[in-house]
Nanobody, 123 residues
Framework: QVQLVESGGGLVQPGGSLRLSCVAS????????MAWYRHAPGKGRELVAS??????????DSVKGRFTISRISRTNGENTVDLQMSALQPEDTAVYYC??????????????WGPGTQVTVSS
């Protein structure tokens, strides 16, 4: 069984910063990638940032230059990735979800999701 848990969401004023963290743990054989997505009311799910096990990074167009995804750190069987968000704007308000594509056994991979953390940008 695999668990993903996000933390770090909250309320911030426009122009402010927040740092989200995601920890993936459990029966992880091999990790392919970790990513952050967001879902705002009335909008579809949007890729925010992703990083693969080789260090390749991708950002959504709307966050380029403002958000930074960290490298994946591995400690005691836990895989952690952070998302540093700066220059936040009201349109960044959304529920942010951590995603991980990983193998739980050779030839057996799947996508796993955290429960999400709310980010609200408002004055």
């Amino acid at each position: 069984q695999v668990q993903l848990v996000e933390s770090g969401g909250g309320l911030v004023q426009p122009g402010g910063s927040l740092r989200l963290s995601c920890v993936a743990s459990g029966s992880i054989f091999s990790l392919v990638a970790m990513a952050w997505y967001r879902h705002a009311p009335g909008k579809g799910r949007e890729l925010v940032a992703s990083i693969n096990s080789g260090g390749g990074i991708e950002y959504g167009d709307s966050v380029k230059g403002r958000f930074t995804i960290s490298r994946i750190s591995r400690t005691n069987g836990e895989n952690t990735v952070d998302l540093q968000m700066s220059a936040l704007q009201p349109e960044d308000t959304a529920v942010y979800y951590c995603n991980s594509r990983l193998y739980t056994a050779p030839l057996k991979w799947d996508d796993y999701w955290g429960p999400g953390t709310q980010v609200t940008v408002s004055s």
